[in-house]
């Protein structure tokens, strides 16, 4: 009997056979669709990755960013310079400087000037400084300025300045820190046309903008 057994396994029957097809071929679709399957996730992967530095490359290549300079000329004079660092151009809006300790600043510059990627534009503010001197002034300033890049409204970080003014003197004029952070977004192109639409329909309703009457 047990010899009858051994020779059965031994030599299997054609239907043995037949019946084992079928099972084999599930084994192999599961073992190459598992590997199908690994390789389909490491492309997505690959290809991701590959996007996200695309991304950042262009985002790093156009991006808006600004450096901004205060130098002195002459004891008498000081001059703000605006640099476009980047490729794209922008159209400056606002440019501010203020004493590092107040909120409000002290000389504001309300632009509509256009700026291309790797040229400057300039302004005096030697007067502005000057004023301070009334009281001997001693210590940090800051400047920022804001502008229209991509229909988008940036404004840049501070940057500070040490500055010492005496009487009619601009004795010491010398940058401390560059900004930390690139431009922020402060105001995207569809929300200020909101606005815009905003005021023509208070005017037209007769109210003052406010959502008051006249």
Partial sequence: MLMRWIAWIARPSLQTVISIIPLLATIVTTLVTVILA???LRYAAATDKSLELAREQFEREWAPELHIHIERPSEED?????????????LLQLVQIRKIHDAVPFAKYPLNHP?????????????RFLALGSQE????????????CSGRLY???????ELEVSGRNILRLVPITAAANRARVLQTKVAERAVRRQVVVDVVAGSNGDGEGK
């Fill in 137 to 148: 002034f001693r210590g940090t300033v800051a400047a920022s300025a804001t502008f229209f």
């Fill in 38 to 40: 690994r390789a389909t």
């Fill in 78 to 90: 000081a001059k703000v310079i605006i640099t476009n660092l980047a490729k794209s151009s922008v």
């Fill in 115 to 127: 700026l291309v990627g790797g040229r400057s534009w300039m302004e005096d503010v030697g007067d």
């Fill in 155 to 161: 404004r840049t970080d501070w940057f500070r300045f």
